[in-house]
């Protein structure tokens, strides 16, 4: 086993003899960090809104983003624009969070829009956070309508 006569004593009298030949042959095994995950829901609010023109600060909607059983660091979210609305009349899309801006809108491609967090959003095991969805609208389109929903969560672990 790789053990000496000493340490195989002290493995008989112990509690856990399996763990306690493994760590003297060496063949413990190192525990393995998965890497997280965290999901988003959508939190008290309607999944249409019809919007204004010129709507500064517009809030779309709530989120909340959960995390699994390991910490995990969220780098972005992707949130999906649909509606008789034209996604060209959306000047920006940001995260707010306890009176602060957390995330802003670094690219738009096919109705959706990336949010990156910067610095990116640390969380801690099983933890959630909720963040009001802002949305700035162009000055020359009133009435239209939208929904929003997160369609992707970047994590980098």
Known sequence: TGCSAEELLACILADDYESCIAACSGTEEEEVILPGFVTASRVGSVSTQTTAMNAVDKKVGTIKLTAGENDTTVSAIVIERLGLG???????????????????????????????????????????????????????????????????????N
Do not use: C, W
Request: charged content about 25%.
């Open 86 to 156: 034209q996604v060209d009349e959306i000047d920006n899309v940001q995260l707010y969070r306890n009176g602060e801006y957390v995330a802003e809108l670094t690219t738009t491609r096919d109705n959706k829009f990336t949010v990156r967090f910067s610095p990116a959003l640390v969380m801690k095991a099983r933890s959630s956070m909720e963040f009001d969805v802002l949305v700035n609208l162009d000055a020359e389109h009133a009435g239209s309508t939208h929904s929003f929903s997160v369609v992707d969560v970047t994590v980098a």
